[in-house]
């Protein structure tokens, strides 16, 4: 199953990579001075762990399911999906997804396949708390408030749908969304700590796009707010990797063909999805995007445009253009 989502998702994975591999330096000394623009893109990727990791939750959790391993503990709020739009049109705003019935063998696959040592969703509040200094609350509705903006709303309304239609399609998530920590996010978590306690202690400028102003970062100063990156095991996150591609091995016997095929064509849909939030984070990193105020002004703005524009050609006010008209 994870060859044929490779197969199917190395075009688009490959222009998403080049994206990312662009962008994140502009995130960085020398281009900025404090981690203003990283914890804004990271504000904006909560969301998108915290849905599916809740969807997922809470499928195991529904009913028991028979299995050689106990049920997880829950680690995230079942009631924390409520908090999201589930659909994409205004009118249907306080609508729920109409959601089929779990089969009992996808609840079994998708218990034996939850590894709760995986789970992002809190490394991702508890960094974005250690960089702003924001208590759990303000982190909590701050994540709210981009959640439902541009494509990233579109994408976690379209993720609900989805889930409810077919949860097996929650294996696309898993994949594509975990093994990018373990590939790609090696290489990001280098980068991020090349400019050690000097960068990550310094206070963040007002947080785009709500322009919601941060206090003195809160982390130990014996490591650096990464979590996201790490996993707490032995091989930091290598053994978690094999017995996750294991178990997903396992399981990939109970699922007929129809179910493979669909949970390929949600992974094709992630990484399309992915690709239309890059463009709305040019847009808020550049003071473009969807934004209920403005942050202070600090040349932060002007700079990413300028910097982005010297690696693109100078065609990153053209494609915001695109992007909001489409």
Sequence with gaps: LGDRINTATRSVHARLNKNLILRLPLALPPHVHNPSLYVSGLVHIAPIYLVFESLWQNIVLAEGVATNTPPPAP?????????????????????????????????????????????????????IHAITGWTPSEVSAQVRLVAQTGRLGAFLAHTKR????NPHVLLAYAWVLYMALFSGGRMIRASLEEPGHSFWDRKADPVAPSGRACEKPVFDREGLP????????????????????????????QLSPDEINEIVQEAVCIFDNMMLLVTQLDGVCAGD????????????????????????GGRVRDSLAVARER
Excluded at 226 to 253: I, M, N, Q, V, Y
Excluded at 293 to 309: N, P, Q, R, Y
Aim: proline share 6%; charged share 25%; hydrophobic share 40%.
């Design 162 to 165: 989805s889930v409810a239609k």
């Design 289 to 312: 995007g969807d934004a209920n105020s403005k942050a202070s002004s600090t040349g932060v703005d002007e700079g990413w445009v300028a910097a982005l524009g010297g690696f693109l």
């Design 226 to 253: 990464l979590s996201f990156f790490r996993f707490a095991t032995p091989e930091d996150g290598e053994d978690l990797k094999a017995e996750f591609k294991k178990r997903l091995g396992e399981a990939e016997a």
């Design 75 to 127: 680690f995230l709020d079942p009631a924390s999906l409520a908090l999201f739009p589930s659909d994409a049109s205004e009118s249907d705003k306080n609508s729920k997804p109409s959601a089929s019935p779990c089969p009992f063998h996808i609840r079994s696959v998708l218990t034996h396949v939850l590894l709760p040592s995986l789970n992002r969703s809190r490394a991702l509040h508890h960094d």
